[in-house]
């Protein structure tokens, strides 16, 4: 691809790239969340953005509502935080990192910021000092991260 660095670049790759980390974060869940840890059903990975937003009797209470608008949560924060690495990406680039390397970091980040904000949003929360929930939680990120940083990398936004 042409290098480039306009709004429209950089917009396009955080939100192509976010979404892809997006769909790679949820294959995540199903696979270890659901399918190995049994920490919740395969069919409570696309609702549960509500319940940490809003409380699980709101989730509840919404009944199959709460699908739908978990998977636009989700996906929102996903290409909203993709937008974000694709700003903060040529900065990084211009001083030679990788971009894998940026998004172990950036993963961390991620799980620290999205889940001071779940404390803030309400009480009904997972334990955050349990060990797994925070080993998890940031492994789940990365499966997020890696992929929006390959993504936004190919478009190969100019510095």
């Known amino acids: ?4 660095r306009t709004a429209h670049a950089v917009i396009a790759a955080g939100m192509s790239g976010g979404l892809v980390g997006g769909v790679c974060i949820w294959v995540y869940e199903a696979l270890v969340w659901s399918g190995v840890q049994h920490l919740l059903p395969l069919s409570g990975i696309a609702r549960n953005a509500v319940g940490l937003a809003f409380g699980n009797r709101t989730r509840d209470a919404l009944g199959w509502i709460s699908y739908p608008l978990g998977t636009l949560i989700h996906f929102s924060f ?4 993709g937008v974000i690495f694709a700003l903060i ?6 001083r030679g990192w990788e971009a894998t390397l940026l998004a172990l970091p950036f993963a ?5 910021a999205m889940h001071v904000a779940v404390l803030l949003a ?5 334990d955050y000092l349990d060990p797994t929930v925070i080993i998890g939680g940031i492994v789940s990120h990365l ?3 890696v992929p929006l940083a390959l993504m936004v990398k190919r478009y190969e936004i100019t510095p």
Request: hydrophobic residues 50%.
């Open 1 to 4: 691809m042409k290098p480039r």
């Open 78 to 81: 996903a290409a909203t935080w």
């Open 89 to 94: 990406w040529p900065w990084f680039r211009r």
């Open 108 to 112: 961390v980040v991620l799980w620290v």
């Open 122 to 126: 309400g009480h009904e929360h997972p």
């Open 143 to 145: 499966f997020y991260a």
